[in-house]
């Protein structure tokens, strides 16, 4: 089991910086790639960014130049990042953190970024 739980969400002006963080603990071993994907009101859900375990990562277009995503392990925990600057209206959602294992996907609650024009 993946437990995993985001911080960092809040309001920030349009062309503002947020810094979200995503603390993964329990079978952090068995995590082969983590991400952030976000859902705004009445939209699916998209995929903002991923990093695996070897540390290549992958954008969404939309965020691409303006987001980035990292990650810090220790033994007991790692702490993935995803750092928002020059944020849009249309960035505004509920960011989810995501690790994908060998087994089973995990997701955390989530935590609202709200950015206003």
């Known amino acids: 089991q993946v437990q995993l739980v985001e911080s960092g969400g809040g309001l920030v002006q349009a062309g503002g910086s947020l810094r979200l963080s995503c603390a993964a603990s329990g079978s952090i071993s068995s995590i082969k790639v983590m991400g952030w994907y976000r859902q705004a009101s009445g939209k699916q859900r998209e995929l903002v960014a991923t990093i695996s375990s070897g540390g290549s990562t992958n954008y969404a277009d939309s965020v691409k130049d303006r987001f980035t995503i990292s990650i810090s392990r220790d033994n007991a925990k790692n702490t993935m990042y995803l750092q928002m600057n020059s944020l849009k209206a249309e960035d505004t959602a509920v960011y989810c953190c995501?690790?994908?294992?060998?087994?089973?996907?995990?997701w955390g609650k989530g935590t609202l970024v709200t950015v206003s024009s």
């Open positions: 995501n690790a994908g294992t060998v087994g089973p996907n995990y």
